[in-house]
């Protein structure tokens, strides 16, 4: 049994930064990734990471093309950690943010950001950006 628990949401100005954080516990599992839902639109992939260190992919990240440059994913396995370093913060960056996890190495895998790939889910964290 998994359980996450996102942290850090808050409202900040255009260009401004924020660090979000989602604490783990249970089993370890695979792939953790950052999903996002803005009001009145479909949930999207922001950000993932292979979390399994056992596999010669760990540590691989991926970012959604509106992110890249902006966003960092990153895992600290000693504290079951995972943190999504977020600057260059817009407007359109407003949403809720929600932890994902797998114990599935294909929710690491291919260029799409596969929501129905990811079983474990967090309550979510609202950034609003104005």
């Not at 639109?41 to 950000?47: H, L, M, P, Q, Y």
């Amino acid at each position: 049994h998994v359980q996450l628990v996102e942290s850090g949401g808050a409202s900040v100005q255009a260009g401004g930064s924020l660090s979000l954080s989602c604490t783990s516990s249970g089993y370890e599992t695979t792939c953790m990734a950052w999903f996002r839902q803005a009001p009145g639109a479909e949930r999207e992939g922001v950000a993932r990471i292979y979390v399994d260190s056992s596999n010669s992919y760990y540590g691989t990240t991926h970012y959604a093309d509106s992110v890249k440059g902006r966003f960092t994913i990153s895992r600290d396995n000693a504290g079951n950690t995972l943190s999504l370093q977020m600057t260059s913060l817009q407007p359109e960056d407003t949403a809720m943010y929600y932890c994902a996890a797998t114990f599935s190495g294909f929710g690491c895998f291919g260029e799409d950001f596969r929501e129905d790939r990811f079983g474990i889910w967090g309550q979510g964290t609202q950034v609003t950006v104005s």
